[in-house]
């Protein structure tokens, strides 16, 4: 991905701790902030300014193999790294990479690198394969932030999107915005204007008056974890999006690599869903006439708020998964395929799973 036409990811190493770029400060700003130790990995990963289920899985796994480096206490350092947020899968898939590769502290960071580099050619392959179910001018719906701000490079749902506006078929996507953080509004309409996508953000509200309308011809979403039915967790209201989309016979696409697969748990109602401070609600943040960032209240004084920060939408609202071996159906046996299929690719003379299930 370039930002401002450079090329950039948005973790790094580097030996004086982990860069990332800080996603509180976006749009407004391009901020890096940098965690020297375990507890400031573990800090930016609490307050969001590094967040979406991929990225939090590789800033977990270097913040891992920096403990090592740092010679702090492993167990601890995974504890506490492993705690920080509950849903997205893939915090334990990275931290799991690196423990793999414990104990020496360059071995460690290797295995983190490796996890980094095998993230972005997965999502560069949902791309690949998300990529045929674009037609010229296809309008597509999103929610949340799934472009390279939560995914090193392509992201997951807007990896197709980005493969689509490069190979000239010019989507056009409705960005929801994605109450109470608004990663839609912030995250998605900043990558979308740095990438010459066209757009709109759309309050959260109006998307199934879209789709009912016959505005959008595609859902696209990413997920934070998917179960091995293939029920998908993922941002809070993705499910009203899947209803929505399932009553109008419009197609509802889960994008997720293999590392946000659960296949230790049956169904969508294990997945564990974080429970956000109240304040997310209770408040709205923006830029005031001065370019001050500047956080107010909408609600009365003293009224309590609910904040579930992701749901679960069950398999039979899904058309399919797109993952970095193919589309497959969201059941168990299209979860199977897709694990077979990347066994597969690994075999010498394997068939390197790029097919369409
Ligand atoms: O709370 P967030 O911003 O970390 O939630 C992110 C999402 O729900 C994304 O849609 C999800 O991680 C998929 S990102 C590829």
């Excluded at 609490?46 to 920096?66: C, K, Q, S």
């Excluded at 590392?259 to 304040?279: N, V």
Aim: hydrophobic content about 45%; glycine content about 10%; overall charge neutral.
């Amino acid at each position: 991905m370039k930002v401002r036409g450079q090329d950039m990811r948005v973790v790094w190493w580097s030996d004086d701790g982990i860069h990332y770029i800080d996603q509180r400060a976006l749009p407004m700003r391009v901020e890096i902030g940098v965690a020297r130790d375990v507890e400031e990995v573990a800090r930016a990963i609490e307050v969001m300014a590094v967040r979406g289920a991929p990225l939090i899985g590789v800033f977990a796994a270097y913040g891992f193999a920096l403990a090592a480096r740092r010679g702090a206490a492993l167990d601890a350092a995974y504890a506490r790294l492993s705690g920080t947020r509950p849903t997205a899968l893939n915090l334990w898939s990275g931290l799991d990479a690196v423990r793999a590769a414990a104990p020496n502290p360059c071995v460690m960071l290797a295995a983190a690198r490796a996890y980094d580099d095998a993230g972005i050619a997965a999502a560069e392959a949902i791309g690949t394969h998300g990529l045929t179910l674009f037609r010229h001018g296809t309008r597509v719906l999103t929610h949340c932030n799934a472009g390279w701000l939560a995914v090193q490079d392509w992201g997951t749902a807007l990896a197709p999107v980005y493969k689509a506006a490069r190979a000239g078929l010019e989507p056009f996507v409705y960005v929801s915005e994605t109450r109470p953080r608004l990663q839609g509004a912030r995250l998605t309409a900043w990558e979308l204007r740095e990438e010459g996508v066209a757009h709109v953000v759309i309050a959260d509200s109006a998307a199934a008056h879209l789709i009912q309308r016959g505005q959008v011809d595609l859902v696209l979403t990413g997920a934070d974890r998917v179960a091995a039915n293939g029920d998908a967790a993922n941002k809070i209201g993705t499910y009203s999006r899947a209803l929505a989309a399932s009553a109008h016979g419009v197609p509802f696409y889960v994008a997720a690599p293999l590392s946000t697969i659960d296949r230790a748990i049956t169904t969508g109602a294990e997945i564990p869903i974080e429970e956000r401070p109240e304040d997310e609600v209770l408040t709205v943040e923006g830029v005031d006439d001065s370019g001050a960032l500047v956080r107010v209240r909408v609600t009365p004084a003293g009224t309590k708020a609910l904040n579930p920060a992701f749901d679960v939408t069950p398999h039979r609202l899904i058309t399919g998964i797109v993952t970095e071996v193919g589309i497959v159906p969201a059941s168990d046996r299209g979860i199977a395929e897709a694990f077979r299929r990347a066994a597969d690719a690994t075999r010498p003379g394997g068939r390197g799973g790029a097919t369409r299930g």
